[in-house]
């Protein structure tokens, strides 16, 4: 997580809203990290998630990451938790709630639909106040 | 519509799962095509959707998708579904109807949630059965 806190505020540094991700593998060996570049990337789908997700995948020549932990500054979005699915992601720890956004604990929930074919292990709330201060701060200063 | 079936049939032929693409910008005009690539790109997030629709983004430098129309041989996935939202998709028109893994007509039906931010207008069922029997003559064929 240490290392999602990282590219987190690395991405607020650039003018993205922070998120960071890090994507470990058996024995904790990191695959991949990013933060958010939907500005940079000039695509709203490049979530930080998605990144690490895709990197390790290629990384590991398309095996599915049922042996990995993403680790991501906030509760990812419905879209990263769908893509997260098709990963076959093993678990999934994430910082702060996103009860707007959110797409595990919140809004659709999509590991614990019925139609949900596999479903990540999740832990939330990890060391969430430093991720949501950082969020709250990036925004505040948006407003200011 | 044609773009897109000529898409999910070379997406055959490449030995992927049959689905194509096209988006299209004001006045018809195509910003971009792709057949599922999930296999050659080690990517289990390369949907047709998700190329066409970053593609078109890029190429508009980043615009959102309000003002154009997804052609899909098969109802998006949630993940497609949930990033169509991010892109501010106009409007989706696609052809078969997927009530194992579909996200606009089926399982969570992401549009219709009360937390969606943008839904696009959607029209299923165009040219179903010739989208559908592409799908089903490639999974007997993998079954034989």
């Known amino acids: 997580m240490d290392i999602a806190m990282e590219e987190a505020r ?5 003018g993205e809203v922070p998120v960071g991700a890090a994507l470990a593998g058996p024995g904790g060996r990191l695959l991949a990290r990013a933060g958010n570049r939907v500005e940079a990337c000039h695509d709203p789908s490049a979530h930080a998630e998605m990144q690490v997700m895709r990197a390790a995948t290629r990384l590991r020549g398309g095996a ?3 042996d990995c932990t993403l680790y991501v500054t906030l ?3 419905p879209m990263c938790a769908a893509a ?3 990963f076959r992601m093993g678990r999934i720890v994430f910082g702060a709630y ?6 595990v604990e919140h809004g659709p929930r999509l590991f614990t639909h019925p139609r949900c074919l596999h479903r990540p292990e999740t832990v ?6 430093e991720a949501g201060t950082l969020l709250q701060d990036f925004f505040r200063q948006l407003r200011a």
């Open 75 to 77: 509760e990812p979005c």
């Open 64 to 66: 599915r990451l049922v």
């Open 124 to 129: 939330g709330g990890v060391r969430e106040r």
């Open 84 to 86: 997260a699915i098709h």
């Open 10 to 14: 690395a991405a607020a540094a650039r």
């Open 98 to 103: 996103d009860p707007k956004g959110g797409g």
